[in-house]
Structures are given as structure tokens and as C-alpha cells.
Nanobody
């Protein structure tokens, strides 16, 4: 069984910072890229950032514009997203994303940065006020 749990969301004013965390357990492929997605109300889910299994390569959506940093602690496969200079348009539910072989073909998939993600948590809400 796969478990993905995000935390660290909250309400901040524009220009503020938040650090999101994600813990995983179960059949998560530790050799696969992990990422963060977000979904604002009424909009489609979109990729935010990803990190390669060796932690040497990261990828960011254009709207990040250098404000976010993704990182991973390989010792326990905890994923982080440090967000700075937040804008009201960053308001969304943020989801940690991973890949699980046991879910392949049975759960909905999203693609970002050329990788497939099929393991998700319930999300953590980020609200940025102007």
C-alpha cells in the first residue's frame, strides 16, 4: 500500500514564504523522479517542480521564476518545496507526486518534465493574500 502525505501549507501574505514537506511509504519507486503539482480552484492540475532520483537534476515550471526550491532527503525519501516571494496567483492545493509500480495502470497518471506520476497525497492548501 502506498502512502503520500503533504504538510506545511498555510496562509501567508504576498512576499511571504512557506516550506512544504512530503513523506512517503509503501511501494514508492525510490529510483524515480518525484515532484510537486498544484491545482487552483477551477483550474487543471499543473506541475510545479521535479527532482531526479540522484538529486542532481531539478526542473521547474516557468511560473516559478526562481522563487521555489525542490529538494529531497534520500535517507527517508522526504520531499520538500521551499517557496519564497509567494504571489496571490500561487494560491492552490499543492500535491506531492511520486511513482509506484504497483499503481501502474490502475490509478490516474499525470506527466511533467517527461516523467509519469501516479501516487498522490491529499494535498496541502497554500493561500496567498495580497
Amino acid at each position: 500500500e502506498v502512502h503520500v502525505v503533504e504538510s506545511g501549507g498555510g496562509s501567508v501574505q504576498a512576499g511571504g514564504s512557506l516550506r512544504l514537506s512530503c513523506t512517503t511509504s509503501g511501494d514508492i519507486d525510490k529510483d524515480a523522479t518525484m515532484g510537486w503539482f498544484r491545482q487552483a480552484r477551477g483550474k487543471d492540475r499543473e506541475g510545479v517542480a521535479s527532482i531526479a532520483p540522484d538529486n542532481l537534476r531539478t526542473y521547474y515550471a516557468e511560473f516559478v521564476e526562481g522563487r521555489f526550491t525542490i529538494s529531497r532527503d534520500k535517507s527517508d525519501n522526504t520531499l520538500y518545496l521551499q517557496m519564497s516571494n509567494l504571489k496571490p496567483e500561487d494560491t492552490a492545493m499543492y500535491y506531492c507526486a511520486a511513482y509506484s509500480r504497483e499503481r501502474d495502470g490502475f490509478y490516474s497518471e499525470f506527466r511533467f518534465d517527461g516523467h509519469v506520476y501516479n501516487a498522490w497525497g491529499p494535498g496541502t492548501q497554500v493561500t496567498v493574500s495580497s
